[in-house]
Nanobody, 121 residues
Framework: QLVESGGGLVQSGGSLRLSCKTE????????FGWFRQAPGKEREGVSC????????YYANFVTGRFTISRDNAENAIDLQMDSLQPEETAIYYC????????????????WGQGTQVIVSS
């Protein structure tokens, strides 16, 4: 089970920190990713992190603004989002997915229920 939290309403240029807590499976064995889906648009990959935390990937549109991290002691994956823009309003999902060069195309093993992020202009 994956449970996201930390979403909410923020002004353009603001920051949010999302967290994904997991239970019921061996957290340290899995890579994880964050995805988002805006209204009327397809789901897109945002970032991923491998099981050791030493390898990360970011979508071009968030590089330099978002930071993914994991805490293997807390079974949690965080996504720090800075300089948010209104077009980034979406539901953000956490997923257990292989984090490699093609990560945004890989099939996820588990999905969270999502957390809503709204960025006002």
């Amino acid at each position: 089970q994956l449970v996201e939290s930390g979403g909410g309403l923020v002004q353009s240029g603001g920051s949010l920190r999302l967290s994904c807590k997991t239970e019921g499976f061996p957290f340290r064995a899995y890579d994880f990713g964050w995805f988002r889906q805006a209204p009327g648009k397809e789901r897109e990959g945002v970032s991923c992190i491998n099981n050791s935390g030493r390898s990360t990937y970011y979508a071009n549109f968030v590089t330099g603004r978002f930071t993914i991290s994991r805490d293997n002691a807390e079974n949690a994956i965080d996504l720090q989002m800075d300089s948010l823009q209104p077009e980034e309003t979406a539901i953000y999902y956490c997923a257990a997915v292989l984090c490699d060069g093609d990560w945004y195309h890989n099939t996820a093993d588990f999905w969270g229920q999502g957390t809503q992020v709204i960025v006002s202009s």
